[in-house]
């Protein structure tokens, strides 16, 4: 069966950091570009960054540019978030999800394949 499994996420307080996982199974990360969304209580999901297939480029949101960072390793068919200077706002459910369109995307119809869900929450 072809899945994402997500791992990671938790509790911290404004500033820490938190490491969110991605593994492919089922199927390689090949060929795949990965993108990393999350969803707040009463909001849209909403895009946070993608990282292409080959690991050559990425793209951020704005509101986490500067403090989240995607990177990935295919042998390892797995791919991670790592987020640092965590804010309030940054309190969501975190999914990551493949796309067979092999360049970093934003466009939330193009990824096929969705992890469970992971929460992240940012508390004081």
């Known amino acids: 069966q072809e899945q994402l499994v997500q791992s990671g996420g938790g509790l911290v307080q404004p500033g820490g950091s938190l490491r969110l996982s991605c593994v492919a199974s089922?199927?390689?990360?090949?060929?795949?570009?990965i993108g990393w969304f999350r969803q707040a209580p009463g909001k849209e999901r909403e895009f946070v960054g993608a990282?292409?297939?080959?690991?050559?480029?990425?793209d951020y949101a704005d509101s986490v540019r500067d403090r989240f960072t995607i990177s990935g390793d295919n042998a390892k068919n797995t791919v991670w978030l790592q987020m640092n200077s965590l804010k309030l706002d940054d309190t969501a459910v975190y999914y990551c999800?493949?796309?067979?369109?092999?360049?970093?995307?934003?466009?939330?119809?193009?990824?096929?394949?969705w992890g469970q869900g992971t929460q992240v929450t940012v508390s004081s």
């Open positions: 999800a493949a796309t067979r369109f092999l360049r970093a995307t934003s466009q939330l119809s193009l990824y096929s394949y």
């Open positions: 990282i292409s297939w080959s690991g050559g480029s990425t």
């Open positions: 089922g199927f390689t990360l090949d060929y795949h570009a």
